[in-house]
């Protein structure tokens, strides 16, 4: 506690430079791949559990989106061309935000620019995103220092962060709680199941991902994604990721 007063006195903040701080080495990120010595074998397509992973023009390609780092095309491809690096700044906005929403993003980050209001919902998560995202708000993490907080109503949000896939009971659920946001706000699909809607397969409680019912302005994969790519997410769509 001594340490954490010495720090808040000294820097204004709690927390340091994310990049500052070491990861630890069992840390599973970014899927890295080398197509160089490649054999071709598509062990690695066939033992991914969301099909996440493709051949395009004879090369490997990840959908991140729909990666749950599980390691298993790791252990599966037999030249040893895949491996996790440590990067977890995988966060992405749409497409609609990033190239043709241009002036929507600059009113939004106009807005937002000083502060950020989240409303969050599971709409059919496992919770483990769910317990990453309680981690924000923690001395540790802090995301309060980067003027960032949780309201219980939507009608005080600003962006609507949700976790899991799209369930059938829950989807009316995510429809009034979108409704009652004010606008212009911002979505951000939490995780795998709402980035891609393919962790759990096809089945008659499950509708899809998030972008199928709601506009969706941020991505942030993982399963679950951890705090940091959470608070890299944040600060991507106010435009201040160079601040960690």
Same mark, same amino acid.
């Given at each position: 506690?001594?340490?954490?007063?010495?720090?808040?006195?000294?820097?204004?903040?709690?927390?340091?430079?994310?990049?500052?701080?070491?990861?630890?080495?069992?840390?599973?990120?970014?899927?890295?791949?080398?197509?160089?010595?490649?054999?071709?074998?598509?062990?690695?397509?066939?033992?991914?559990?969301?099909?996440?992973?493709?051949?395009?023009?004879?090369?490997?390609?990840?959908?991140?989106?729909?990666?749950?780092?599980?390691g298993e095309c790791v252990k599966h491809c037999e030249a040893q061309q895949l491996r996790h690096s440590t990067h977890y700044k995988l966060a992405t906005l749409s497409d609609n935000l990033a190239e043709t929403g241009t002036l929507l993003k600059e009113k939004i980050r106009t807005i937002f620019g000083r502060s950020l209001h989240i409303r969050?919902?599971?709409?059919?998560?496992?919770?483990?995103?769910?317990?990453?995202?309680?981690?924000?708000?923690?001395?540790?993490?802090?995301?309060?220092?980067?003027?960032?907080?949780?309201?219980?109503?939507?009608?005080?949000?600003?962006?609507?962060?949700?976790? *899991?896939? %799209?369930?059938? $009971?829950?989807?009316?659920?995510?429809?009034?709680?979108? /409704?009652?946001? #004010?606008?212009?706000?911002? +979505?951000?699909?939490?995780?795998?199941?709402?980035?891609? *809607?393919? %962790?759990?397969? $096809?089945?008659?409680?499950?509708?899809?991902?998030?972008? /199928?019912?709601? #506009?969706?302005?941020?991505? +942030?994969?993982?399963?679950?994604?951890?705090?940091?790519?959470?608070?890299?997410?944040?600060?991507?769509?106010?435009?201040?990721?160079?601040?960690?």
């Amino acid at each position: 506690m001594i340490n954490i007063l010495k720090q808040i006195t000294s820097i204004g903040m709690v927390t340091e430079p994310y990049d500052k701080r070491q990861i630890p080495s069992r840390f599973r990120g970014q899927v890295v791949i080398g197509n160089d010595s490649c054999k071709n074998c598509c062990a690695c397509l066939a033992s991914c559990p969301t099909k996440a992973i493709s051949q395009q023009g004879g090369c490997l390609v990840i959908d991140h989106k729909a990666c749950i780092f599980c390691g298993e095309c790791v252990k599966h491809c037999e030249a040893q061309q895949l491996r996790h690096s440590t990067h977890y700044k995988l966060a992405t906005l749409s497409d609609n935000l990033a190239e043709t929403g241009t002036l929507l993003k600059e009113k939004i980050r106009t807005i937002f620019g000083r502060s950020l209001h989240i409303r969050h919902v599971d709409i059919g998560s496992c919770n483990a995103c769910d317990f990453e995202m309680n981690a924000l708000s923690n001395p540790f993490f802090d995301i309060g220092q980067y003027g960032i907080d949780f309201v219980a109503s939507p009608r005080h949000a600003d962006m609507l962060m949700i976790t *899991g896939v %799209v369930t059938r $009971n829950l989807t009316q659920a995510l429809f009034m709680t979108y /409704e009652a946001m #004010p606008t212009p706000n911002l +979505v951000m699909a939490v995780g795998a199941c709402a980035a891609s *809607g393919q %962790v759990f397969g $096809n089945t008659y409680a499950i509708n899809g991902s998030v972008d /199928e019912f709601v #506009p969706v302005d941020i991505y +942030v994969p993982g399963c679950p994604p951890r705090p940091q790519a959470l608070i890299y997410a944040l600060l991507l769509g106010l435009n201040k990721e160079d601040l960690i």
